[in-house]
């Protein structure tokens, strides 16, 4: 069984720690040693604010990277030099060029490298790509998706509102994870327009953002991404010649997952309609990581991986510059 290292203890390390199998933690890091010694103590693991010291152990194959946006690529990028396998959090970096360095990396030693878009293992996510694929809303057309929380109190002194460590506001945050999930259904966008926005939070960072985005085939995405959202929300809609699909919710907060496969008939009018629920709490996090760990003990490749991160940091990046104008 593969030795894991994870640096960055925070909510999102805690719940990676939660999704290994027993025993599989060896070393928790984190730059707040109080938070690694809590994290490492549920997992009978060692605990560490040296992170370099961290990924270099001889007995750590892997290494789950759940820091500040900032470092993400730094760390992963030390962690393949001494030849580790990497589960990088969403979004793997701050901009897509930080992570040309891990990808050579992990290239030219043969590492397995995942990039944690957990919403792609989400079981109404996975319903929808097994429709899709078995022709049922024929060529997806276009994605309407909607994804938002409104914060907490405090939000806007959050790391997440300072660019030099989050890399910017909502966009690279939730935003992240509808681009993500667009380009999975319709593909490479080569059309790219958006519009950043900060309605209610004091911070230098967007706490709104919207894109329409197209290929080359002309489907298009409609996003809009929300830390204004007082009721947490996700909605994504794929529509088709043939029918669409609907999924709402992601559980907890954000309501029951459900989908909804509405199938046009010959004679149009009101649609067939089937529906699938998950009312179970969120297992994407256990079945991306059991998803990262066959791949690592099969030595092939993982997807979404760092490629698919750049793919969507580059759409990111473009309405950032537009923005900037």
């Known amino acids: 069984m593969i030795r894991v290292a994870i640096v960055g203890c925070g909510l999102i390390g805690r719940k990676r720690a939660d999704a290994l199998p027993a025993g ?17 103590a549920r997992h009978a693991a060692d605990a560490s604010d040296d992170w370099r010291a961290t990924v270099a152990r001889e007995d750590v194959g892997a290494v ?12 992963a990028a030390h962690a393949a030099r001494h030849g580790k396998h990497l589960l990088i959090e969403k979004p793997g970096a701050r901009r ?5 360095e891990v990808a050579a990396l ?25 429709l899709v694929d078995a022709g049922a809303i024929g060529t997806p057309q276009y994605v309407r998706g909607r994804y938002g929380h409104g914060g907490r109190p405090g939000y806007d002194r959050e790391w997440r509102a300072v660019a030099e460590l989050s890399g910017g506001g909502e966009a690279i945050d939730q935003g992240m994870h509808l681009v993500d999930l667009a380009r999975w259904f319709l593909g490479e966008f080569t059309s790219v327009q958006g519009a950043t926005a900060t309605y209610f939070w004091d911070m230098p960072v ?9 290929t080359d085939a002309g489907a298009i995405a409609q996003l809009h991404a929300s830390w204004t959202e007082w009721k947490n929300l996700f909605s994504f809609e794929i529509t088709g010649r043939d029918g ?12 029951t997952e459900r989908i909804t496969y509405y199938k046009m008939l010959a004679e149009m009018g009101p649609p067939e309609t089937t529906s699938w629920e998950y009312p179970m709490a969120d297992a994407s996090w256990r ?10 003990a099969a030595q092939r490749p993982s997807s979404p991986g760092i490629a698919d991160a750049q793919a969507a940091l580059a759409v990111i990046e473009r309405v950032y510059a537009e923005n900037a104008r």
């Open 96 to 100: 897509a060029r930080e992570l040309d």
């Open 287 to 296: 079945r991306e990581t059991e998803a990262w760990l066959a791949d690592v």
């Open 24 to 40: 599989t933690l060896v070393a928790a890091c984190d730059v707040d040693r109080a938070r690694a010694q809590a994290l490492a």
């Open 244 to 255: 669409k699909i609907e999924i709402t919710g992601l559980g907890g907060s954000y309501g």
């Open 106 to 130: 992990v290239a030219q030693r043969g590492l397995v490298a995942r990039v944690g878009f957990n919403h792609r293992v989400h079981p109404a996510l996975q319903k929808a790509r097994e």
């Open 64 to 75: 789950i990277v759940a820091t500040t946006h900032d470092q993400l690529a730094p760390v």
């Open 206 to 214: 967007e706490d709104n953002v919207f894109f329409l985005l197209r």
